[in-house]
């Protein structure tokens, strides 16, 4: 709903490179490392509740926005890299 209210194109999103990405997450106003973090979470959660060949897609965007969260956040997080560790542990499984 969040995104749709910012008229963020999920669908098209999920098509862009990294750096595209980055780029179209910068154009929006107010997008902090910790709302970069949440979309990541969610998109992650798509792909470990996606049981199709799409769950590679969602893995790597979330891996995508978890390395811009470490690249614009000045701290580091547990909590980041555990979830980043899953993913490429679901990645390295398929």
């Known amino acids: 709903m969040l995104l749709n209210e910012l008229d963020f194109d999920f669908?098209?999103?999920l098509l862009l490179s990294e750096k595209e990405s980055n780029e179209?997450?910068?154009n929006f106003t107010g997008f902090s490392v910790e709302n970069v973090e949440l979309?990541?979470?969610c998109v992650s959660e798509i792909g470990f509740n996606d049981k199709s060949d799409n769950s590679k897609?969602?893995?790597?965007k979330a891996l995508q926005l978890y390395n811009l969260c470490n690249l614009k956040s000045a701290t580091y997080s547990y909590d980041r890299?555990?979830?980043i560790s899953?993913?490429?542990?679901?990645?390295a499984t398929d």
Not at 57 to 60: I, L
Not at 86 to 91: D, E, G, R, V
Request: glycine share 0%; aromatic share 18%.
């Open 11 to 13: 669908d098209a999103f």
């Open 39 to 41: 979309l990541a979470e």
């Open 86 to 91: 899953a993913i490429k542990n679901m990645l």
């Open 57 to 60: 897609k969602y893995f790597e």
């Open 24 to 26: 179209y997450i910068a």
């Open 81 to 83: 890299e555990t979830k």
